[in-house]
């Protein structure tokens, strides 16, 4: 099993999302500062969404955030695709009287980040 926690290119990208102002501002320049833009690693174009979504609501103009409205855009759809598909099959469930739980990014972009794009997510079904 690979290391689960944040590189130091993901921690800055994780404060450009979470932290408010200038500070989340300060943390996109840190990072693209030390990043080759050319080689971002899989980990860190996960979080664009995220970064997108807080920078866009920050009112930052900055030519990168196009690339970051791509992913979001492309997350956005393929979320939508896959809840759609898992609403289909839970409907089916609860018709057969069984009982089901989502976890992890289904649940939480329904309940808490309210936004289809911002957490790139893939459905399991484990039965």
């Avoid at 996109?28 to 979080?47: C, H, I, M, P, Y």
Wanted: aromatic content about 10%; overall charge positive.
């Amino acid at each position: 099993m690979g290391n689960l926690r944040p590189n130091p290119a993901q921690m800055l990208l994780l404060r450009a999302s979470l932290m408010q102002g200038e500070q989340a501002v300060e943390s996109l320049e840190k990072w693209k500062s030390s990043t080759d833009l050319k080689a971002v690693d899989g980990g860190s174009q996960r979080l664009f969404p995220l970064v997108y979504s807080k920078l866009v609501s920050l009112g930052v103009r900055d030519p990168l955030l196009s690339t970051f409205k791509e992913v979001w855009v492309e997350t956005w759809y393929e979320n939508r695709r896959m809840l759609q598909q898992l609403t289909d099959v839970l409907r089916l469930f609860h018709g057969a009287g069984i009982k089901t739980l989502i976890l992890k990014g289904a649940a939480l972009t329904v309940l808490y980040y309210e936004d289809f794009g911002v957490r790139p997510m893939c459905v399991t079904l484990t039965f």
